[in-house]
């Protein structure tokens, strides 16, 4: 197992927070504190109306910008919905998909998931697809089953070449915007059966090639640990990314 196959990616996840004017200022207090940061790659998947003024605000800079959903058709009668070649043509580099929050309150399940990931990846989008069990689950040691499902079924239609532009993010709904973080070993655990799903489908190879992200209350305090582990290679950040500091400070625990 080897960690330097692999890219580092650091990702906020913003949710919905920031206006268009709070996300120029919260990208220009991040830049500078990032600048020197060159051995991860960093990435904040923002609020679509906020997409403008973070490509703008992170130009020629080594941050990277994201969106948290996508929509699977190409185009046509979906009123409220984005596709994948408008974040393109924004300037969208990834595309987070699968979020539990997504699939808690906005009705996603596996097979949309796997819909939106097939539309983004088809049009060139980088997807972060995130895949975790409830509290339910864990207690139920279920969870093995859970993640290997999430992330067969989102993977459906997805070749070896493909998934190469695919970065997993596992997050434990329970120790999403909780404070409770799953110890380093529980992430690291989670991580390897994941990668163990992909070496089952893609080889051994590609699966030691893929970035697999632990998300769920990640923070400054936490990450070095967290990030430290073989299997986990980067975070997926929820409330630290809304600090400049803080993530900053993450970004450069992943060094
Ligand atoms: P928190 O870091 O706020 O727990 O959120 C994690 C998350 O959901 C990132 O997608």
Redesign the pocket.
């Known amino acids: 197992m080897n960690k330097k196959l692999r890219k580092a990616i650091i ?3 913003w ?1 919905m927070n920031n206006t268009p004017a709070q996300t120029k200022k919260t990208i220009n207090e991040l830049k500078p504190l990032v600048e020197k940061c060159k051995k991860c790659e960093i990435v904040l ?1 923002v609020p679509f109306v906020d997409i403008q003024n973070a490509v703008k605000a992170a130009k020629d800079t080594n941050i990277k910008i994201g969106a948290q959903n996508v929509h699977f058709a190409e185009k046509g009668a979906y009123t409220g919905e984005i596709s994948a070649q408008m974040l393109l043509e924004c300037g969208v580099e990834y595309v ?1 998909i699968g ?3 997504r699939r808690q309150y906005f009705g996603e399940t596996d097979e949309t998931v796997n819909k939106r990931v097939l539309a983004a990846l088809n049009a060139g989008l980088k997807v972060i697809l ?1 895949v975790g069990e409830v509290l339910t689950e864990r207690e139920q040691d279920v969870t093995s089953e859970v993640v290997s499902r999430q992330t067969k079924i989102a993977l459906l239609g997805v070749d070896k070449k493909m998934l190469k532009n695919v970065v997993i ?1 596992y ?1 434990p709904v329970w ?5 409770k ?1 799953a110890t380093a070993d529980q992430a690291d655990e989670v991580c390897g059966i994941i990668r163990n799903v992909l070496a089952e489908k893609y080889g051994a190879k590609a699966a030691e090639g893929t970035t697999i992200q632990y ?5 400054a305090q936490n990450s070095a640990e967290l990030l430290a582990k073989v299997n986990v290679d980067g ?7 809304l600090k400049p500091a803080d993530f900053a400070q993450i970004v450069k625990n992943a060094q």
Do not use: F, R
């Not at 120790?175 to 404070?179: H, L, P, R």
């Not at 998300?215 to 923070?219: A, F, K, L, Q, T």
């Open positions: 990702a906020g996840n949710k998947c987070i979020h539990s929050e995130c993010a997050e120790a999403i915007g909780t404070g973080v998300g769920g209350s990640m923070n975070g997926l950040i929820g409330g630290a990314s």
